[in-house]
């Protein structure tokens, strides 16, 4: 079955830097698009990056762009999230998420805390 298991949060002062991984399996990473996406304490889920299949296409959420990097590593079925610069208001869970036949799978994400 699909597996989405993400890792590399933790508590970071504002200014400092994280990297997010999800290790992917049970379905064929290379072939699909994956998101990261994000939820703060008492707000919707949204979207935080994109990456396409090969990596050649990105985009993010203007709240993040030029400070977070999307990447993927498909011989490992890695997805990655760079995550520099960070802000109080980056305080979420992050998870990670690809849709297969209209279908969405998600982690159990990852709790990045930006405080001092």
């Known amino acids: 079955q699909v597996q989405l298991v993400e890792s590399g949060g933790g508590l970071v002062q504002p200014g400092g830097s994280l990297r997010l991984s999800c290790v992917a399996s049970?379905?064929?990473?290379?072939?699909?698009?994956m998101r990261w996406y994000r939820q703060a304490p008492g707000k919707e889920r949204e979207v935080v990056a994109f990456?396409?299949?090969?990596?050649?296409?990105?985009n993010y959420d203007d709240s993040v762009k030029g400070r977070f990097t999307i990447s993927r590593d498909n011989a490992k079925s890695t997805l990655y999230l760079q995550m520099h610069s960070l802000k109080p208001e980056d305080t979420a869970v992050y998870y990670c998420n690809t849709m297969i036949s209209s279908r969405n799978y998600w982690g159990k994400g990852t709790l990045v805390t930006v405080s001092s």
């Open positions: 049970g379905f064929t990473f290379r072939s699909y698009f």
């Open positions: 990456i396409t299949s090969t990596g050649d296409t990105t």
